[in-house]
């Protein structure tokens, strides 16, 4: 090993002999001919796991318990849009498009929509993927902005981060949202009746929309009491 030489019976074991017409048209090479390689003869295999992921009844728990039309937001953000906590708290008010025609705001994008877009924001919060794309929203998310926008309005008035999150129940008022925060939320939302439902919880597998009801989600939306302890 230390001469990083083996003998030929251990590289047997451990490689085939294979050729390149497996590989992707860009890992071919330039030659036009075919290639041989030594091709492993072992792989690892990850075991599948369940995803633990909150019902559709606990999720309509947690909206039920949100006292704020802020609150209800990010419970939408994460269950119905599907979106990771560091990727609601990392949200800009820019990156919510909620017309059915956004050209006006310079977006080419159909319908209601948000961009999620991977940068370095002073709150912490960071989006896992790469690259920057593009989540259609439904009306039920949208009405939840809207009674959120003038929320925001009574108590911040134009003031206030760029974030499209912000604490308004305490200070620093108008100080972006931390992914934090949001776990601490869905612990706080989280009724002894039913298990404890963390953030990770509220999107589906692979970060997949969950179904849920649109008629409790509706009825649930419709409350507006006071704001939770929760920024």
């Given at each position: 090993?230390?001469?990083?030489?083996?003998?030929?019976?251990?590289?047997?074991?451990?490689?085939?002999?294979?050729?390149?017409?497996?590989?992707?048209?860009?890992?071919?090479?330039?030659?036009?001919?075919?290639?041989?390689?030594?091709?492993?003869?072992?792989?690892?295999?990850?075991?599948?796991?369940?995803?633990?992921?909150?019902?559709?009844?606990?999720?309509?728990?947690?909206?039920?318990?949100?006292?704020?039309?802020?609150?209800?937001?990010?419970?939408?953000?994460?269950?119905?849009?599907?979106?990771?906590?560091?990727?609601?708290?990392?949200?800009?008010?820019?990156?919510?498009?909620?017309?059915?025609?956004?050209?006006?705001?310079?977006?080419?994008?159909?319908g209601a929509h948000l961009h999620v877009i991977r940068r370095q924001n002073v709150?912490?919060?960071w989006s896992k993927s790469r690259k920057s794309w593009v989540m259609p929203v439904?009306?039920?998310?949208?009405?939840?902005?809207?009674?959120?926008?003038?929320?925001?309005?009574?108590?911040?008035?134009?003031?206030?981060?760029?974030?499209?999150?912000?604490?308004?129940?305490?200070?620093?008022?108008?100080?972006?949202?931390?992914?934090?925060?949001?776990?601490?939320?869905?612990?706080?939302?989280?009724?002894?009746?039913?298990?404890?439902?963390?953030?990770?919880?509220?999107?589906?597998?692979?970060?997949?929309?969950?179904?849920?009801?649109?008629?409790?989600?509706?009825?649930?939306?419709?409350?507006?009491?006071?704001?939770?302890?929760?920024?």
């Amino acid at each position: 090993m230390v001469n990083k030489v083996a003998p030929a019976w251990v590289l047997e074991q451990l490689y085939e002999l294979g050729d390149d017409r497996d590989l992707p048209v860009e890992a071919r090479g330039e030659s036009g001919g075919m290639r041989y390689r030594l091709r492993a003869r072992h792989r690892l295999q990850e075991p599948e796991t369940e995803v633990d992921r909150a019902s559709d009844e606990e999720v309509v728990a947690l909206l039920r318990a949100c006292r704020s039309a802020r609150d209800r937001l990010i419970v939408l953000l994460l269950s119905r849009v599907g979106l990771r906590p560091g990727q609601v708290a990392g949200l800009h008010r820019c990156d919510v498009h909620l017309l059915m025609d956004s050209r006006s705001l310079g977006c080419g994008v159909e319908g209601a929509h948000l961009h999620v877009i991977r940068r370095q924001n002073v709150n912490g919060a960071w989006s896992k993927s790469r690259k920057s794309w593009v989540m259609p929203v439904d009306f039920l998310v949208v009405q939840a902005a809207d009674q959120y926008a003038v929320e925001r309005y009574e108590i911040l008035g134009e003031g206030g981060s760029d974030f499209l999150l912000v604490n308004l129940f305490r200070p620093p008022f108008g100080s972006p949202v931390t992914t934090g925060a949001i776990g601490e939320l869905c612990e706080s939302l989280s009724r002894p009746a039913l298990r404890r439902v963390r953030h990770h919880q509220a999107i589906g597998p692979d970060g997949r929309v969950l179904p849920l009801p649109g008629r409790a989600l509706r009825a649930a939306g419709q409350t507006r009491d006071t704001p939770v302890l929760v920024a």
